[in-house]
């Protein structure tokens, strides 16, 4: 019996060493940031301007205007698209009054967003079994 416990204590005490190590690896080092400098200033513009009230990334933040996602590398839209509306406004987006240099910089963070990943899942399908397969359009 007391064999039994010796053990058991062992390998708890090993999994809480493991688990431990695993999260000191984890989590010690720093998230490396993939914005260029001229992009962080885009993404300070957009939460400056709160344009997440309106507008969506990956699915979060306001439903009244569309998600700007993957906007910079739809064949429809891009950075030309994304100008004019920025300078003239639509029925519910307000006109806004950027620099040139403004503009270049949220262009640039829309760019290095459209480059992580794509949004939305277009294609999910439900199977019997209860998994759910998701296939997207132009995957990255």
Same mark, same amino acid.
């Given at each position: ?6 053990? +058991?204590?062992?390998?708890? $005490? $090993?999994?809480i060493i493991i688990f431990s190590i695993y999260n000191y690896t984890l989590?010690?080092?720093?998230? =490396?940031?993939?914005? $260029? *400098? /001229? *992009? ?11 344009? %997440?009230?309106?507008?969506?990334? +990956?699915?979060?933040?306001? +439903?009244? @205007? ?10 429809? =839209? @891009?950075?030309? +698209?994304?100008? *004019?509306?920025?300078? $003239?406004?639509? /029925?519910?987006m307000p006109v806004f009054h950027f620099s040139k240099q403004e503009t270049? *910089?949220?262009?640039? %963070?829309? /760019? ?8 939305? !899942?277009? !294609?999910?399908?439900? =199977? ?11 995957? =990255?």
């Amino acid at each position: 019996m007391k064999q039994n416990t010796y053990i +058991y204590f062992l390998c708890i $005490s $090993s999994l809480i060493i493991i688990f431990s190590i695993y999260n000191y690896t984890l989590y010690s080092s720093p998230p =490396k940031l993939t914005l $260029s *400098a /001229k *992009a962080m200033s885009g993404q300070q513009l957009w939460q400056k301007n709160n344009c %997440f009230n309106c507008h969506q990334l +990956y699915g979060l933040g306001g +439903y009244l @205007g569309p998600d700007l996602t993957n906007i910079y590398s739809n064949p429809n =839209k @891009g950075p030309g +698209y994304i100008r *004019a509306m920025l300078k $003239s406004g639509v /029925k519910t987006m307000p006109v806004f009054h950027f620099s040139k240099q403004e503009t270049d *910089a949220l262009l640039s %963070f829309l /760019k290095e967003v459209d480059k992580t990943g794509q949004y939305p !899942n277009y !294609n999910a399908n439900m =199977k019997p079994d209860g998994w759910v397969e998701i296939t997207t359009e132009n995957e =990255k």
